[in-house]
């Protein structure tokens, strides 16, 4: 996850790191408890509170509340990384709607008819 973690908006991953790391918090209380009524047992269930907790906010909240906002950012990095690859294409690229107008030329299709940007 680490390895992605510029894939994730900032505040998705923080709260996923926070969740994973208190649930090994948990899970370290879990299993040092003696008895059932031990504090360690207590500490471990509430702990796992607090993890479903950040779980919660990271993917109901803000997956729900906001994914437009995702999705819009997603968008624009895509739109970004293919409009690079088009501009930056030794190939000639020209595009024309179904009037038969041209929408988009790139610079190697104007250096190729001899017009300018």
Request: aromatic letters at 14%.
């Amino acid at each position: 996850m680490y390895k992605f973690r510029n894939e994730f908006n900032r505040k998705i991953f923080l709260l996923i790191v926070i969740s994973i790391s208190v649930t090994i918090v948990s899970e370290l209380a879990f299993t040092f408890y003696e008895s059932v009524f031990d504090i360690l047992n207590l500490i471990g269930h509430l702990l796992k509170i607090v993890a479903f907790f950040f779980i919660y906010k990271a993917i109901i909240e803000i997956g729900l509340t906001n994914p437009f906002g995702l999705l819009l950012k997603s968008m624009k990095k895509s739109e970004e990384k293919y409009r690079k690859l088009v501009e930056d294409s030794q190939e000639g690229i020209w595009v024309i709607n179904d009037e038969t107008n041209t929408t988009f030329v790139n610079q190697s299709m104007a250096d190729i008819l001899g017009y300018e940007i």
